[in-house]
Structure formats: structure tokens, C-alpha cells
């Protein structure tokens, strides 16, 4: 269903076969009521309530949140409460059944929230809600893969950036989606892909972000993927510059374009970046890793992924406004962004 799009139902409705969908949206009633509590709230998302999603997403009790798992349950009704209330009435939240794994028991949700615009084009982003689970424990005895940076912080920087989308004229729709199974190959997003919600004709960019760097800010930044495009670049620095970020030219930019689910995108046809940290801090803003805590690098993929004392919550919102400021730019972007032929994209690894 690759060229068309994905109808969405309520609940347990049955589709023009008499099969169950794997579509479930959102009671009306809930949210009506989410908005009105939302009402007299600012739209802006603080750092505590980004690190407030993130330890919940990243805690022990997740279990590191794998795929089909109970930690992946509870993570994604957490989320999808979350995603409501960032939406409130600006638009509808769904979630999408996915398989993952090789017996039919076996799935997650794809959690997708749509906010129309004023145009019938759409911009998508993305970030994946899943985890590693428990596995071979570590130095200190720790099993849990909690995967704080990897990726609850890229769910909860969606989920602010949700709500803080902005309203008025000649704006793209926007369709957050928090993808399952990332980490097993880009799962859900590859589903999305393969059975859209929208036309993806109509979808002209995509944003994907996926542990952006919690230690610290940095003057940069880096978009994975637009080596591969023509017409981002200026998009790309303004909206940075906005956002007090410089767009970085990295050498193995090009050489990471498969590493994230920015890549199922552009196998589709659509132009699409992950936003990540750059290298460039400034001087004296260095955080030393806790005792008995290997470095950041280090903890990638492994139970020392978790909410920890060298963590900059201030720096964690200020790649919330350069994300927000990229998807705003796309929203708003009248130029043409088109990946390069031969689109790389579709010659999987």
C-alpha cells in the first residue's frame, strides 16, 4: 500500500473486508477534555517537562522497552497519552499496529499524531520509542537497557515539538510520528512507509530526531541526509541560525545515512534529515562523566544509557527549539528539496 495511504478508525471497527483495523484513534470525548485543560497552558514545553518524559520513557520499570515486550506496552500508552496532550485540539493522535517480530503475537505501535495545516502538503517527523530490553548486565551488574539517550530524549523532544507547533497561513500539515523498532531495522518506520496515513506525494520533507546529545550544548549541529539532497541547505541554516546553531559540514555525514529511520523516508521518495549534535562547544562548558560511569560514547547501546548527573537539561531544550525551528521551516519552505538521483536510499545495506 506503498503508493497509497492508510485510513484511519476508530477502534475496533471493522474495514470494507470485515477485518479488524490496525489503526486505533483517539476517543473524541478525551480529547476534547485534554484540550480544554490545555487551554490556559503555554504551548512551550520547559526542560523539566522534557526530562520529566524522558525518566519516565528511560525508567527501570520500561525494562528497556523491546519491542513487543510489556515495557514496550506500557512505554507506548504512556506516549500516546503524552502525544494527546500535546496535540490537543490542533489535530487527531492514532496509533498504528506493527509487526515485529517473526510469529503473528508479536508487534508494537507506531503512536502518530496529525496536525493539518493550511496547505495539502505535509511534513513528517519522526523518532523512535523503543529500546534494546534486558540483556548481558555490565561492569556494575546493571541488565536494563534503559535507552535514555538513545532514544527517550529523541520521543520527548517529539512530543514538545508537537506542541509547539504554531498556526496561521500558508503552513504544511505536520505528522509526528514515535516509530517502533528502530532498533530492530527501522520496523516502523519502514511500515509507516509502506502503509502512509497521508499521500506521500504530499509529504515534501521529513525531520528524524534520534539521540541528539544530552551533555552539553554545542555551537553546531549536524543534518544526516542532506549530502544526499539539493534545496535543504538554506532551510537548514536559517532555521539553525535561529535557534543559535550553526549547520556543520562533517565528513562522515554521508556515511551515516542508513543509521537512522530518516532513511525509510528517503527510500519513499522523501527528502529527509536526522538532526544531530555537533562537535563544536564552547570552551569550558565540558561535563565529566560520574564515578563508576563509562563515557557518553560508551554508553551507547549498553544499560549505562540512562538518566545520569552530567546530563544538561537546558541544553536538551535548546535542541528542542532548533528541531521545532527546522520543522517550523519546512512547514513554511516554498523552494524545491528533492533527494539526488540515483536516490542512494534504495539500495538497503
Known amino acids: 500500500m506503498a503508493a497509497g495511504k492508510a485510513r484511519l478508525r476508530a477502534c475496533g471497527q471493522p474495514n470494507s473486508h470485515g477485518a479488524q483495523s490496525n489503526i486505533q484513534t483517539v476517543p473524541l470525548p478525551f480529547v476534547l477534555l485534554i484540550a480544554a485543560q490545555l487551554s490556559a497552558q503555554p504551548r512551550r514545553c520547559a526542560a523539566e517537562d522534557l526530562m520529566r518524559h524522558i525518566s519516565v520513557i528511560s525508567a527501570d520499570s520500561m525494562m ?17 497519552r503524552a502525544l494527546q496532550e500535546a496535540v490537543g485540539a490542533l489535530g487527531s493522535v492514532a496509533t498504528q499496529d506493527v509487526p515485529v517480530g517473526p510469529d503473528a503475537e508479536s508487534r508494537s505501535r507506531n503512536i ?9 502538503e505535509w511534513v513528517v517527523v519522526t523518532a523512535h520509542h523503543d529500546g534494546l530490553g534486558v540483556g548481558k548486565p555490565d561492569a556494575r551488574g546493571d541488565s536494563i537497557y534503559n535507552g535514555a539517550n538513545d532514544n527517550a ?9 508537537t506542541r509547539e507547533l504554531s498556526s496561521g497561513p500558508n503552513r504544511r500539515g505536520v505528522i509526528a510520528i514515535l516509530t517502533a523498532a528502530e532498533e530492530r531495522g527501522h520496523v516502523g518506520a519502514r511500515y509507516w512507509a509502506e502503509h502512509p496515513t497521508v499521500d506521500l506525494t504530499r509529504v515534501k520533507f521529513a525531520v528524524n530526531l534520534d539521540a541528539i546529545g544530552v551533555t552539553g550544548p554545542t555551537e553546531d549541529f549536524i543534518a544526516y541526509g542532506n549530502g544526499l539532497l539539493t534545496g535543504a541547505d538554506s532551510l537548514l541554516r536559517a532555521a539553525g541560525a535561529r535557534a543559535g546553531f550553526e549547520l556543520a559540514t562533517v565528513s562522515f555525514e554521508s556515511n551515516m545515512y542508513w543509521a537512522f529511520d530518516s532513511a525509510e523516508m528517503g527510500a519513499a521518495g522523501i527528502p529527509a534529515v536526522t538532526i544531530g549534535m555537533g562537535a563544536r562547544r564552547p570552551a569550558g562548558l565540558a561535563r565529566e562523566s560520574p564515578a563508576g560511569m563509562p563515557s557518553m560514547r560508551q554508553r551507547y547501546h549498553s544499560p549505562a544509557d540512562e538518566v545520569a548527573a552530567d546530563w544538561d537539561p537546558a541544553a536538551i531544550r535548546r535542541y528542542a527549539d532548533l528541531a521545532a525551528s527546522v520543522v517550523e521551516a519546512a512547514r ?3 523552494g524545491e528539496i528533492r533527494l539526488q538521483v540515483p536516490n542512494v536510499y534504495q539500495k538497503r545495506p
Open 64 to 80: 528497556g522497552r523491546a519491542p513487543g515486550s510489556h515495557g514496550d506496552s506500557a512505554s507506548v500508552a504512556y506516549l500516546t
Open 112 to 120: 502518530i499524531a496529525t496536525v493539518p495545516g493550511t496547505r495539502d
Open 332 to 334: 513554511t519552505h516554498t
Open 153 to 161: 530524549v529523541g520521543a520527548a523532544l517529539l512530543i514538545c515539538v
